[in-house]
Nanobody, 118 residues
Framework: QVELVESGGGLVQPGGSARLSCAAS????????IGWYRQGPGKQRELVAV???????NYADSVKGRFTISRDNAKNTVYLQMNSLKPEDTAVYYC????????????WGQGTQVTVSS
């Protein structure tokens, strides 16, 4: 069982930055693929960025060049650095951990709100 706890959300001005953290307990995060998802008001949840257990990363087109996903295996934590934030980035951001062994193991955090507004 893995518990994921997101933090770092809040109110940010347009053009500003924020760093989200996803801290894991109960398992060793380095074996997992980690994704950051978000769900804006009235929208479906969408994948923002993903980092594999081999540290390869990929991004949604809407955040490429602005967001960076990284992992610190020693701290069992994954980060999402968000720069040049726009009002349309406003959403609840969720961390997802996936491990594929004998079956797929899938865990979600509770989410953290990011609001981009002046």
């Amino acid at each position: 069982q893995v518990e994921l706890v997101e933090s770092g959300g809040g109110l940010v001005q347009p053009g500003g930055s924020a760093r989200l953290s996803c801290a894991a307990s109960g398992s060793i995060l380095r074996f997992y693929h980690i994704g950051w998802y978000r769900q804006g008001p009235g929208k479906q949840r969408e994948l923002v960025a993903v980092i594999t257990n081999g540290a390869s990363s990929n991004y949604a087109d809407s955040v490429k060049g602005r967001f960076t996903i990284s992992r610190d295996n020693a701290k069992n934590t994954v980060y999402l650095q968000m720069n040049s934030l726009k009002p349309e980035d406003t959403a609840v951001y969720y961390c997802n951990a996936v491990l594929i062994r004998d079956r797929r193991y899938d865990y979600w955090g509770q989410g953290t709100q990011v609001t981009v507004s002046s």
